[in-house]
Every structure is written in structure tokens, then in C-alpha cells.
């Protein structure tokens, strides 16, 4: 009985994520041809980056920082 309960104390080893978000580390991986990542369109209907679906944050084309959405931020009418 005590050599079973030796091994409970393991954790199992996590999967790294593939592509993940810069800021909240969710996956935004799908599939070889998909990712989950949502485009930013201008008003000339060209793409400028792309926004993160978990944390909205918004990212310019070399996957630089424009936006971080933080959780808890009020944000009101200026």
C-alpha cells in the first residue's frame, strides 16, 4: 500500500501552449491554416493587427503591445 502512495504526490506534466498570448498566456493556437487571434480592421478595411479573444488586448503586427485590457479596470464616458 505505502509504494501506491508515493506516486500521488506527482503532478502531471503540463502541455506547453503553441502560440500563446503575450499578455494572459491563453492559447490562441487552432489548427496549421486557423488561429484564434481577431483581426484589427482599419477604416480602409486593411488589417493593423490583432486582438487576443480572452483578454482583449491589442497587439500591432510584430506582436507589440498597444492595448492590455487589465481585469478590473472602470473605465466611464470622457
Given at each position: 500500500?505505502?509504494?501506491?502512495?508515493?506516486?500521488?504526490?506527482?503532478?502531471?506534466?503540463?502541455?506547453?501552449?503553441?502560440?500563446?498570448?503575450?499578455?494572459?498566456?491563453?492559447?490562441?493556437y487552432y489548427s496549421e491554416y486557423l488561429s484564434q487571434k481577431i483581426a484589427i480592421i482599419d477604416e480602409e478595411d486593411n488589417v493593423e493587427g490583432w486582438m487576443c479573444p480572452w483578454c482583449e488586448s491589442k497587439f500591432d503586427y510584430d506582436d507589440n503591445l498597444l492595448y492590455i485590457n487589465m481585469p478590473g479596470n472602470v473605465t466611464g464616458k470622457t
Open positions: 500500500m505505502v509504494k501506491g502512495l508515493k506516486y500521488l504526490h506527482r503532478k502531471k506534466k503540463g502541455t506547453k501552449s503553441l502560440e500563446p498570448c503575450p499578455v494572459c498566456d491563453d492559447e490562441l
